[in-house]
Nanobody
């Protein structure tokens, strides 16, 4: 049974930093892509960043480029999202997800962690 558990959310002032973690379990994820998504109140869920274990490829949505960094620790089966220079518009519930085929959508999702950035 695949399980993704996020942690690290919280309340931070604008300009501050947070690091989100996503601990994955239940199978070998070396062939998977891991993604971070977010959903703000009243808005659709949006893609934030993704990471491939194989090759370490990363992708970001434009609004977070230069501020967020996605990375993975193979030994811990954990993916991180380092978020710097946070803005109030980054406030959302952040979800971790996994898939073998990003073009086909993500198959597994975590429960989400709240990030609130105050101005």
């Amino acid at each position: 049974q695949v399980q993704l558990v996020e942690s690290g959310g919280g309340l931070v002032q604008a300009g501050g930093s947070l690091r989100l973690s996503c601990a994955a379990s239940g199978r070998t994820f070396s062939s998977y892509a891991m993604g971070w998504f977010r959903q703000a109140p009243g808005k659709d869920r949006e893609f934030v960043a993704s990471f491939r274990w194989s090759g370490g490829y990363t992708y970001y949505t434009n609004s977070v480029k230069g501020r967020f960094t996605i990375s993975g620790d193979n030994a811990k089966n954990t993916v991180y999202l380092q978020m710097n220079s946070l803005k109030p518009e980054d406030t959302a519930v952040y979800y971790c997800a996994a898939t073998m085929n990003p073009a086909g959508g993500y198959d597994y999702w975590g429960q989400g962690t709240q990030v609130t950035v105050s101005s």
